[in-house]
Structures are given as structure tokens and as C-alpha cells.
């Protein structure tokens, strides 16, 4: 079965302030993809990235950067100078691979608020 | 700007009676699923749909749920009879199989259940 643990409920920071938020996974697939959403106040969840089983490289948008670790099955998300509107829960979330593609089955961690204060 | 489209955006009923949400995928999309999130146990699968044929609903409760796709620009999730403990936040996704990974939520229909 798979699953995924984001070990942080709530994290508090100061605008400008780094964070790590971190998700660790379980699988018994060698052929997977791990996904970040966000999900501001206004509830929708929005597609932040997506990473497949055999890509370990390190990905940065912006402010936004993702340290995938195969070893540790850890896939953690940094926010570089973290801005109020960042303020929201984040999922990290595992999928199975189907036909070469994700098959969108999602398994999401239970999520971590995120609070960026001015 | 495409948007997978929910309704109702918030619904208050009592136990017992029927409770119908609807979904209008993006346009194109080929992939739907529903997705139930609560405190408790966060977000949750209840079914999917591919080429609008139900390919898993394992994670619903059969006795009173059910989610069908009447035609490509709608999928609908029912409830009967309705329960307090089915109150949650029920989201709607779309995405394409041949597509890049993302999936795209509706902005969820908040149901309480009295």
C-alpha cells in the first residue's frame, strides 16, 4: 500500500524567512510519481509539480525549490524567502505509474499548514 | 481559463435526505475523479473515472454513494440517504492520461449534514 507522511501539522515563519516542508513516502512500485499541491484559503487545490520515480534531479521555480531523495524516500519542498502569500496547506501527494504515465490515483499526505506572517 | 467547475459551493441538509454534487470537467479532459477531505482523514479517493467508465470506486461507501458520467461534461456524486458523518469538503478533478501529471480541482462543495 502506499502511503505518505508530512510529518509537519503547522509550520509559523516570518515573511521573508526560508522553509522546508517535508514529505516522506512508501511504495512497493518502482515506477511511481510524486506530486506537490497547494491549497490556499480559497480551498481549490493547485498543481505545483511533478516528479517521476527515475528523475532525481532537483527542480527550482522561481522561489520555489524540490529536493527529491530515492534513498531516503523523501521528496521536500523549500520556499526561498517565503512571502505572506505563501500562506497556505500544502500536500505532497504519490501516484502509481500507468502506461508510461502517471495514472492520477493520488495518495496525499494529510497536508501542512503553512503561515507566513508579516 | 479553463476551470473544472462544482456545484453546489456549499450545501446544508439533514440526515436522511438526498444530496446530489455535480462537475463539469475541463474540456478535453479525459480523467475524472471525485475526492472527499475532512480533518480527520484528509483527502480521500472515492471514485474515478476514465473516457467517463468508472475504473475504481473502492474508496466509496457503495451502500449510499454513487458517481456516474452521464456525458463527458458532467459527473455527478450522490448520497443516499445522507449521513452526518458525511459531511466534508468534495472536490472534483480533471486531467488528461497523455497529459503532463496535473490534475485540476474544482474549488470543492462544502456539505453539511445535520
Known amino acids: 500500500a502506499q502511503k505518505v507522511t508530512q510529518a509537519q501539522t503547522e509550520i509559523s515563519v516570518v515573511e521573508k524567512e526560508d522553509v522546508t516542508l517535508d514529505c516522506v513516502y512508501e511504495?512497493?512500485?518502482?515506477?511511481?510519481?510524486l506530486f506537490w499541491y497547494k491549497q490556499p484559503p480559497s480551498g481549490e487545490l493547485v498543481f505545483l509539480i511533478r516528479?517521476?520515480?527515475?528523475?532525481?534531479q532537483n527542480e527550482i521555480s522561481g522561489r520555489y525549490s524540490w529536493n527529491f531523495q530515492k534513498s531516503t524516500s523523501s521528496f521536500n519542498f523549500t520556499i526561498t524567502a517565503s512571502q505572506v502569500v505563501d500562506s497556505a496547506v500544502y500536500f505532497c501527494a504519490l501516484s502509481e505509474a500507468w502506461s508510461g504515465g502517471s495514472n492520477y490515483k493520488l495518495t496525499f499526505g494529510k497536508g501542512t499548514l503553512l503561515t507566513v506572517n508579516p | 481559463d479553463a476551470r473544472v467547475t462544482q456545484t453546489p459551493r456549499h450545501k446544508v441538509t439533514e440526515m436522511g435526505q438526498e444530496v446530489t454534487m455535480r462537475c463539469q470537467p475541463i474540456?478535453?479532459?479525459?480523467?475524472v475523479f471525485w475526492y472527499r477531505q475532512t480533518m480527520m482523514q484528509g483527502l480521500e479517493l472515492l471514485a474515478y473515472?476514465?473516457?467517463?467508465?468508472?475504473?475504481?470506486d473502492s474508496g466509496m461507501p457503495k451502500d449510499r454513494f454513487s458517481a456516474e458520467m452521464p456525458d463527458a461534461t458532467l459527473a455527478t456524486l450522490k448520497i443516499q440517504p445522507s449521513e452526518p458523518r458525511d459531511s466534508a469538503v468534495y472536490f472534483c478533478?480533471?486531467?488528461?492520461?497523455?497529459?503532463?501529471?496535473?490534475?485540476?480541482f474544482g474549488e470543492g462543495s462544502r456539505l453539511t449534514v445535520l
Open positions: 478533478a480533471s486531467g488528461l492520461v497523455s497529459g503532463a501529471g496535473e490534475l485540476f
Open positions: 474540456l478535453g479532459h479525459n480523467t
Open positions: 516528479r517521476n520515480s527515475f528523475d532525481e
Open positions: 473515472f476514465r473516457n467517463r467508465a468508472p475504473l475504481d
Open positions: 511504495t512497493r512500485d518502482t515506477t511511481y510519481y
